[in-house]
């Protein structure tokens, strides 16, 4: 069954954190699987692991805790946000563990850059893309985090940053990493609407998560 794309518009993260911990509580064996594409206003979410002095100075942007994996990261307007909701045990013929759907959606985003002439790349140990060239090269334009149920459901997800406010990122250690460079496709040349971005991503996501 192909995941659902759900739009939720311009909202608060702490109304879709609730919302996905709620859907995914209460989904059952048939449920659909689901892609929420949702832009946030300004805030700071922690990974479980997180440790809060990466916050340097949250300037008065809300800090969140979450229950994902990971570090410290940043959402704002401009940003390509798509949350997983979906059963790691739907894929046909085997489950799809974790390491593998982490995997598929790195790809999904290089396939989304590579759309708009850009590219992209993992970096051991490092969840999320880097820039491969050029004179950002090292920078990260997309993070990911996840929580994976016991049950193989899964919440959160992946960010893309289209065209933001960067100045943010530098009031944090990004994903724990003092000093990392962090980027946009705008900073890079791309012109793109944000829509236009959010949609790219979620089909390639689709594409490869179901093949």
């Not at 832009?39 to 949250?58: C, N, R």
């Not at 990971?70 to 307007?77: I, S």
């Not at 013929?93 to 790349?121: C, D």
């Not at 990260?140 to 997800?157: D, M, N, P, Q």
Request: charged share 20%; net charge negative; aromatic share 8%.
């Amino acid at each position: 069954m192909t995941p659902a794309i759900i739009d939720r518009g311009f909202e608060p993260y702490d109304t879709t954190f609730a919302a996905m911990r709620a859907f995914t509580a209460a989904r059952g064996a048939d449920t659909q699987d689901e892609l929420w594409i949702v832009e946030h206003p300004p805030v700071f979410t922690l990974g479980l692991g997180a440790d809060p002095s990466h916050v340097l100075d949250a300037h008065g942007i809300p800090v969140v805790q979450t229950d994902r994996g990971g570090e410290v990261t940043y959402h704002g307007p401009g940003q390509a946000v798509i949350y997983l909701l979906m059963d790691l045990r739907r894929k046909p013929g085997a489950r799809l563990y974790t390491r593998e759907f982490v995997h598929k959606i790195e790809q999904s985003v290089i396939n989304t850059l590579q759309a708009y002439n850009l590219n992209g790349e993992r970096k051991p140990g490092a969840p999320g893309i880097y820039m491969s060239d050029g004179a950002w090269q090292g920078a990260k334009i997309s993070a990911l985090g996840l929580k994976v149920r016991a049950s193989g459901c899964t919440y959160h997800g992946v960010s893309l940053n289209v065209a933001m406010d960067l100045v943010p990122f530098s009031w944090i250690n990004p994903c724990g990493y003092e000093g990392l460079a962090t980027v946009d496709m705008k900073t890079v040349g791309i012109e793109a609407a944000l829509r236009d971005v959010q949609l790219t991503l979620a089909n390639n996501l689709i594409d490869l998560l179901t093949a």
